[in-house]
């Protein structure tokens, strides 16, 4: 590895320790003043589910937990809808297996619109992150670390 590396990676672990080290909050806790970038991490009780990254902090919280956010928006409630249908197979074709099918779904859209709730009642912990390489570095190294059960690094 290159120095350059080895001292972003020094950051990348010292940022971990941070955002395991933040308290947890809600949304009521959310600070009024919010670093504008950084990375997230969203918990039950200490089950660490779902890591994220954003340039927008508050705003990309209120996607992921709006009643509103499509599934265009809101990917991590998308996911814990798809597992509690049983729609566990993403399909990039149109139909009804396809995100746009599944969101006409009487049933999937309950279970989206419940997802968001739950991502609501979640512990949320953030740590400032403007750097983007270091932004995903740290959550990929999070959600491997943590073993968060929701991100994947997937591509089609």
Known sequence: MTPEFNDIMRNVVALYDALMNASPMRKVDLPKLMPK??????????????????NALRRRYRQHTSASSTHHSASFAFRLAREATNNLSASYQAGDRSRVGLS???????????????????DYR????????????????CATSLRCPYNHFTTS
């Open 37 to 54: 970038s950084g990375v997230y991490l969203f918990s039950e009780f200490e089950t660490h589910l779902y890591v994220g990254r954003s």
């Open 104 to 122: 006409k779904d009487p049933d999937f859209a309950a279970s989206f619109t419940a997802a968001k709730a739950r991502i609501a009642d979640m």
């Open 126 to 141: 953030f740590v400032p992150v403007d750097d983007q390489i270091e932004q995903a570095l740290l959550e990929i190294y």
